[in-house]
């Protein structure tokens, strides 16, 4: 019986300010709420909550046997606990049907596995605990940031005792195997790899509603007949994607939430298909090769140039400054801090830093622009740290110096 595994990323971060030069250790105010509140409302009404409707009538109308799994970041949770609860409790209906699991990730949607192991495996803990505490579910299976993966990253996984990891099905490394199979790391059989199949969850992530694809229209009936032509001895079929596919990348008006409402019932036609949660699939099946990944790999690559995150040298120069502070944050032992500093590690910042992703943003903005607004507050919050540093020495030395008066007299 073969598996088909469907999962949803789910992310925002937080809306930066124009930051100009002259806010510089003047203006300490780095977000627009005005713009989270639009960008929240925005997903929430056009994107999750109903597809989140339609993916419970289909678990209920289906008896359970559908079942899917949700990696939402912690700072997305927050932002809808702040202006959208209403989400908030559309997604603990969905937890409270046993058939939706929801992934460990890292809290800000983070660039820390590339930088910083320590930050990295603190995140992956701060967002486990959120999960728990919001739909009473201790992740037990990781996704990385855009499926960023290697063998090093994976190690560090294990040592949080999690026990399998979503990645990207790459060719060069698979060689003449499949992705729709289960995978160990090397050295650790105890960790599992679970395959994107990407042709497939592409067909429906980019392709669907295209009128140039060859395949067009896609219907559900159709898809569905893609996945039974697989041989019976198929393990898993893995379907990763950016929830935004339903109703913000392919709006309402394609079809796309008709086509989410019939696949269930289309994938189920077939007695030798079943849907399984990541953790269901790693219970049920047992990895049958070794995926070793030594460089690193993500979701968006097909070649050595892995990493879109710092193709320029804005990327580069930004991600390497907000990763030089990371001493100057710890040693302040200031929560609020701490906080920010994960905050400005959203690996969004940086993709819009790319000339080529302009359409992913305002168009009016352009990538240097981003870039001088970003580095402009990583300079104020780097003076403030410092300043707060020098002031905590002179408290420190001042209470040293009246502690010595106190004993000479």
């Known amino acids: ?37 639009q960008s929240i409302n925005q997903l929430a009404d056009e994107c999750v909550l109903p597809a989140n409707e339609i993916i419970y009538e289909q678990i209920i109308g289906q008896k359970g046997r ?14 809808f606990q702040r202006y959208r609860p209403d989400v908030i409790r559309s997604f603990k209906k969905l937890a409270a049907t046993g058939c939706v699991e929801f992934l460990a990730e890292t809290w800000y949607h983070s660039l820390s596995s590339l930088h910083s ?29 855009e499926l960023i993966h290697n063998n090093r990253i994976a190690s560090l996984i294990s040592e949080l005792g999690l026990k399998g990891i979503l990645c990207e099905g790459v060719e060069r490394i698979l060689h003449d195997r499949h992705c ?14 679970l395959l994107r199949n990407a042709a497939l969850s592409d067909d429906i992530a980019f392709r669907f509603g295209d009128p140039n694809w060859s395949e067009h229209p896609l219907t559900a009936e159709k898809f569905a007949g893609w996945l039974h032509q697989h041989p019976a001895n198929t393990e898993v079929i893995n379907l990763f994607m950016d929830y935004e596919t339903f109703g913000i990348h392919k709006k309402k008006e394609s079809g796309i939430f008709d086509f989410l409402a019939s696949l269930p019932a289309a994938v189920l036609s077939n007695d030798e298909f079943i849907f399984s949660t990541p953790s269901e699939v790693i219970e049920q099946r047992f990895p049958g090769d070794v995926y070793d990944v030594t460089k690193t790999i993500s979701w968006e690559d097909r070649s050595n140039a892995n990493c879109v995150w710092c193709e320029n040298v804005m990327q580069n120069n930004a991600l390497k400054k907000i990763y030089s502070i ?8 200031d929560e609020r801090a701490m906080d920010m500093w994960g905050r400005l590690q959203a690996a969004d910042y940086f993709f ?34 410092i300043k707060k540093e020098i002031e905590a020495k002179r408290k420190s030395s001042a209470a040293r110096r009246l502690t010595f008066n106190i004993l000479q007299n």
């Open 117 to 145: 192991p320590a930050e990295f495996q603190r995140q992956i803990t701060k967002h486990a605990d959120l999960i728990n505490e919001l739909f009473g579910m201790q992740p037990v299976i990781f996704r990385n940031t």
């Open 326 to 333: 990371e001493k100057l944050v710890s040693q302040s032992a």
């Open 1 to 37: 019986m073969t598996s088909v595994c469907l999962y949803f990323k789910v992310h925002r971060p937080y809306s930066l300010k124009k930051y100009l030069s002259k806010d510089i250790d003047a203006c300490h105010c780095y977000e627009d709420s005005g713009a989270d509140l």
């Open 352 to 385: 819009y830093m790319d000339e080529s992703r302009k359409k992913n943003i305002n168009p009016s903005v352009t990538p240097r622009e981003i870039f001088q607004h970003y580095t402009n507050i990583v300079a104020d919050f780097e003076i403030s740290l």
């Open 180 to 193: 729709n199979q289960l995978y160990a790391v090397p050295g650790n059989t105890d960790l599992v790899l």
């Open 66 to 79: 559908f079942r899917i799994s949700f990696s939402i970041s912690g700072v997305l949770l927050e932002l």
